[in-house]
């Protein structure tokens, strides 16, 4: 399963609260792997979503500065887990619910402490995150998928790997529990459905 989150993204919680209930829920195994979504249209979105101008390049700027900082922290907290670097995005999307968009590493920090990272790993790892390309398989990811804004979620049937569904703004956990039963049924057909 894939989950494209907006790094600032409020509309998302709901999103990977489905999704990560899923995981702990099901009796399936559930591979899950959250990916950033990072372009012109998720800063749109983020701006719309907080009655901002989009057109105001200076904002978008900013917002783009916050989304790539948060996406980077996510990726560093990575190596040292999924699940704290999934508690690490989630915290850090607090500090953009006021719509006040400038990223603050202090409160960063007191999250990496908080969740138990390493912060001198995490301090490493994401000095040398910044340095490459990261950011760049999540987009590339998404653009094979066929994801454009977040969140979106991408469900695979590993015994099947033709046979995905895309769902969407998955928000309603009750829906996407009955997909992925449906698709992990052995009759599902084996092809990619855009609902």
Known sequence: MFLFVNPLGAQCRQAEAAVFRLQQESRQKVDLHVAMLLNFQVITDILTHHHQDPKDLNLRNLVNDAAYQVALDFKAAQLQGNQKARQLLLGEQEMF?????????????????????NQAAFLDDRQRLATTR?????????????????????????ASLDAGVKLGNTRNYQRLKAVCEKLAEPTSPSMLHVL
């Open 134 to 158: 990261c950011l760049d398989s999540d987009q590339h990811m998404a653009q094979e998928m066929g994801v454009t804004q977040a969140p979106d979620v991408v469900v695979f049937d590993t």
């Open 97 to 117: 619910n006021d719509g006040n968009f400038t990223y603050d590493p202090a409160f960063a920090m007191a999250l990496v402490s908080g969740y138990h990272l």
